[in-house]
T-cell receptor, first 114, second 114 residues
């Protein structure tokens, strides 16, 4: 079974631009979550989606948005990029929506903002 | 609010020695606790989880952890370290709120010397 895939793996943007990151969950998984990982702030929760509905959102500015499609694939968008948005963005998928369901993480997209 | 504290940003052991990585949690409701491992340039992989069943939880690669409510701890152990265990380890907490948001600790980098 294929794991969680994230595209692109690496991305370089400049301040003020916008970016879209993509996540394809494991087949059959309907829950997708996004996390940001930085050396300074560690791993922080961004969003949680289930069946195309955003169920939960972390404490990030409105420049960060996301969505989930009917095939459970998810995208996140960051507009007006800032230097501090440089991070590894991780997507995780889960078979169910319960808190204790295992979340399977993708390899991440490393975003560098210059 | 929930939180996790991982004592020691770096832990060094010799190959064959006991591995002990510390995690203390704070939660106003019964927690679900997880240990994840991250190898360089990869996503997170679940080692084990506590979901209020047995307090001693066995995971993959010979790791185990014990949930101690009185100490609010969930330390990760492995009797004998292997070179391949060198990685970063994250403790995370969530609860039965219906959401899958994981709150992560700051991570502990495990160094294994020959």
């Amino acid at each position: 079974k294929a794991g969680v895939t994230q595209t692109p793996r690496y991305l370089i943007k400049t301040r003020g631009q916008q970016v879209t990151l993509s996540c394809s969950p494991i087949s059959g998984h309907r829950s997708v979550s996004w996390y940001q990982q930085t050396p300074g702030q560690g791993l922080q929760f961004l969003f949680e989606y289930f069946s195309e509905t955003q169920r939960n959102k972390g404490n990030f500015p409105g420049r960060f948005s996301g969505r989930q499609f009917s095939n459970s694939r998810s995208e996140m968008n960051v507009s007006t990029l800032e230097l501090g948005d440089s991070a590894l963005y991780l997507c995780a998928s889960s078979l169910g929506q319960l808190s204790y369901n295992e979340q399977f993480f993708g390899p991440g997209t490393r975003l560098t903002v210059l | 609010a929930q939180s996790v504290t991982q004592l020691g940003s770096h832990v060094s052991v010799s190959e064959g020695a006991l591995v002990l990585l510390r995690c203390n949690y704070s939660s106003s409701v019964p927690p679900y606790l997880f240990w994840y491992v991250q190898y360089p340039n990869q996503g997170l992989q679940l080692l084990l989880k506590y979901t209020s069943a047995a307090t001693l939880v066995k995971g993959i690669n010979g790791f185990e952890a014990e949930f101690k409510k009185s100490e609010t701890s969930f330390h990760l152990t492995k009797p004998s370290a292997h070179m391949s265990d060198a990685a970063e380890y994250f403790c995370a907490v969530t609860s039965n709120t219906g959401f899958q948001k994981l709150v992560f600790g700051t991570g502990t980098r495990l160094l294994v010397s020959p």
